[in-house]
């Protein structure tokens, strides 16, 4: 059994200017730990390349896929509202990362992999189908979702998010589709405004989308109860062929973008509730990839113990 780790150094050339928290030192910081504590020894190390452009086009517009291309060819520009910084390395990152998530999936279809975890960024939650937002341009778990059900042919994938910002672009992308199940527990009211309990998805698609409202101070008992009772009790009913994760660890206690106080150990938790999920559900098949986390000590240490529980 072997649990990929996805990493390329072209992920730190996506340069989003000083004092950004979404910087190329958070990705750095966990490689460092990953390093050093020696996890490494129990994953299987993977440079990606980029994914076509066409493959994103299986979510996105061809004219966003086009503008990502020419915005911060020569020069940085601000979209989003002004906090999703295209830089000249940054179409490559994202593109990196698109690709990191595909060949992930592939290799765990083909039973290369049992699992991975796609070490990325900019992140992809919040892009929507024509729009770069909340500091991502590609929505790469939105990527391999689609590529699970057009090219490899699954009837029903899962993506669970637990990233503190609900996944507006996500849950756009799919809540007309019975056959992709997004979950999200999240921070709310909090940034981008989306994902109150009630949105659970439109005509056929009512009743695969999932929204767990958080609130500011709630900590690991809220989140772990809430995941337990509805999240993994939804899931269960669904019966997933593949689980995607949307991780990120920015609901952790020192993180600067939020206010609900997760500790480190939580993410261990939650990682093994959803790969036992995965071994009853979906023949163990999960991939994970990096959304936010902010301060670069918590989410080495979260994404530490997020690996142990996926290897
Ligand atoms: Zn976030």
């Not at 690709?99 to 929507?128: D, K, Y």
Request: aromatic share 6%; hydrophobic share 35%; with cysteine.
């Amino acid at each position: 059994m072997t649990c990929g780790f996805v990493y390329h150094e072209d992920y730190l050339e996506h340069k989003t200017g000083p004092g950004h928290p979404e910087c190329p030192e958070r990705v750095a910081s966990i490689v460092d730990v990953v390093r050093s504590s020696g996890l490494l020894q129990d994953l299987v190390e993977h440079k990606p390349s980029e994914a076509a452009r066409a493959s994103l086009e299986a979510v996105h517009s061809a004219d966003h896929v086009a503008r990502m291309h020419e915005v911060g060819k020569s020069s940085s520009a601000r979209l989003g509202g002004g906090d999703t910084v295209v830089a000249p390395g940054s179409e490559r990152a994202a593109l990196l990362a698109s690709g990191g998530v595909l060949e992930s999936v592939q290799n765990v279809m083909e039973g290369t992999w049992s699992r991975a975890f796609v070490c990325c960024r900019p992140p992809g939650h919040h892009a929507e189908q024509s729009a770069a937002m909340g500091f991502c341009m590609f929505n790469h778990v939105a990527v391999a979702a689609a590529h699970l059900r057009k090219e490899a042919g699954l009837e029903r994938v899962a993506i669970v998010d637990f990233d503190v910002h609900h996944g507006n672009g996500t849950q756009h992308l799919f809540e007309q589709d019975p056959s992709v199940f997004y979950a999200s527990l999240h921070q709310w009211p909090h940034y981008p405004g989306t994902g109150a309990e009630g949105e659970r998805g439109i005509g056929d698609g009512e009743g695969t989308t999932l929204n767990c409202p958080m609130a500011a101070g709630t900590g690991d008992k809220e989140w772990m109860n809430a995941l337990e009772s509805q999240v993994i009790r939804q899931l269960e009913e669904f019966r997933p062929q593949f689980l995607l994760i949307s991780a990120g660890f920015d609901a952790h206690r020192r993180d600067p973008l939020s206010g609900t106080q997760l500790t480190t150990g939580i993410y261990r938790d939650i990682t093994s509730r959803l790969r036992e999920l995965a071994e009853r559900q979906c023949e163990g098949r999960v991939v994970s990839l990096l959304e936010g986390g902010y301060n670069l000590e918590a989410l080495a240490e979260s994404v530490a113990v997020h690996l142990e529980a996926m290897r």
